[in-house]
């Protein structure tokens, strides 16, 4: 050693190979460059593969000298240390034109054909917001992406667990050809968690398609899956219960107003569902669908809800009354919900009352997100109930929304309510309550 490193360096050449490890853990690229040139054994640290397991590659839409060397360099890195690769994410940043598409398509190709040769590590693979049904992808460039995806997917179907497509937005065909790679070798999948959340293009029915059953029927130990209310059909829960109950935990299911959702669904297969998964847990994600004859459609009491986010993104509509569903259709769930999320526009109407009640009694409820139009005093019910142990939450994050830009009032009367409760919400609660002018 004392002939690799200057004599003042002694101390840090005989670092323990895992604190060296460690330390390199923490650099970037360059920085481990230039570490690596100080001796042997810091050079043979830079080859050590617990450092190369996971890797981020962001392709940028709108190029600049710093962004093009970052990508360069991590193309090259992941090209030189890829046989260690276990987690790999590529992301895309503003994809902006026909050209940026094209060269995408180019520099996957290589990467993925690449890491196909050489890497039998791979567990984890994730390219979001592909948005493949945006103009800036030609057929013939989005053709080929896909086919080289495939042939990847293929390739390291036996050892993937985990595969994040979220937003790729392709055809029914285009999907089911990428998620059948996983299982051409043996015609099984053993892929444990699967996102599609906006996989498919919009206004895909996809519940009606036997191909896409067929597919779904070739995976074998689902743990996680995510993905749209377009997918769900009585079929398809039939094939979970046939497939996957050993193992299923966790569906995570979105509902956009924008896909279709006026399906009818079976309470008895979410019940036969339900009943083999005794582990499964479901949860909801509803953008823009508020109204309560489509919500009560979908969320049937059969269903073993843990979660439900109902989110407006700031639409306002009359019909659009919460109240039948505060009441009606959400304390259904009252000995299973364990998390409820609502961002409502409700300046029409006046939830506080039902609000606090479906809380009072959602005996599992521990986390509470609110953005609306609500009353101070609401806030000042809640956490007496809390104090009272009448519910037991542990999370509270509140915004609530004024119809003024001036709300110097409401927020002195919230800091009164903090100071009332002090001891409770710094010993207990996780605690965030704002007002909020929409105007």
Same mark, same amino acid.
């Given at each position: 050693m004392e002939d690799d490193c200057e004599p003042e360096q002694s *101390?840090?050449? #005989?670092?323990?190979?895992?604190?060296?490890? #460690?330390?390199? #853990?923490?650099?970037d690229d360059r920085d481990r460059s230039q570490a690596a040139l100080v001796c042997k054994k810091w050079s043979w640290a830079m080859y050590s593969g617990s450092l190369w397991r996971r890797r981020t590659i962001i392709f940028y839409g709108r190029q600049s000298r710093p962004r093009t060397l970052e990508f360069q360099s991590a193309l090259w890195y992941v090209k030189k240390f890829g046989k260690y690769l276990e987690h790999l994410e590529i992301k895309l940043s503003n994809p902006s034109n026909t050209a940026f598409t094209q060269k995408f398509q180019v520099t996957t190709r290589s990467l993925l054909s690449h890491l196909g040769k050489c890497n039998s590590r791979l567990v984890s693979l994730t390219i979001k917001y592909l948005e493949l049904d945006r103009l800036i992808w030609k057929n013939t460039v989005r053709a080929r992406f896909i086919k080289n995806l495939a042939t990847f997917l293929k390739r390291m179907s036996k050892q993937l667990d985990y595969l994040n497509l979220k937003g790729a937005r392709v055809t029914l065909g285009e999907g089911c050809e990428l998620l059948n790679s996983l299982s051409c070798l043996t015609n099984k999948s053993f892929v444990s968690e699967i996102n599609l959340e906006d996989f498919f293009s919009l206004h895909l029915p996809v519940y009606n398609s036997t191909l896409f059953h067929q597919t779904m029927s070739k995976f074998h130990s689902l743990v996680i899956l995510t993905f749209n209310y377009n997918c769900i059909s009585d079929e398809l829960l039939d094939i979970l219960q046939e497939h996957n109950a050993h193992s299923l935990c966790t569906l995570n299911i979105k509902c956009h107003i924008r896909d279709p959702h006026e399906q009818v669904v079976l309470g008895m297969s979410w019940a036969n569902l339900a009943k083999r998964a005794p582990k499964l847990n479901v949860n909801f994600f509803f953008e823009r669908v508020m109204k309560h004859d489509h919500l009560a459609r979908i969320l049937l009491v059969e269903i073993p809800v843990r979660s439900i986010s109902l989110r407006s993104c700031y639409f306002s509509n009359p019909d659009w009354t919460m109240k039948p569903t505060l009441t009606n259709l959400l304390p259904a769930y009252w000995h299973v919900l364990q998390k409820l999320t609502l961002e409502l526009n409700n300046g029409h109407e006046v939830l506080d009352d039902e609000l606090l009640q479906l809380i009072l009694i959602s005996k599992r409820l521990l986390f509470l997100k609110v953005w609306a139009f609500? *009353?101070?005093?609401?806030?000042?019910?809640?956490?007496?109930?809390r104090a009272e142990r009448k519910c037991i939450m542990t999370t509270i994050k509140v915004r609530i929304y004024t119809a003024r830009p001036e709300s110097s009032e409401k927020d002195q009367l919230l800091s009164n309510i903090y100071r009332k409760f002090k001891y409770l919400i710094d010993s207990e609660l996780n605690y965030f309550v704002i007002t909020y002018p929409l105007v």
């Open positions: *101390s840090w050449a #005989h670092l323990p190979d895992v604190c060296l490890r #460690h330390i390199f #853990h923490w650099l609500l *009353s101070v005093t609401f806030i000042e019910r809640l956490l007496q109930n």
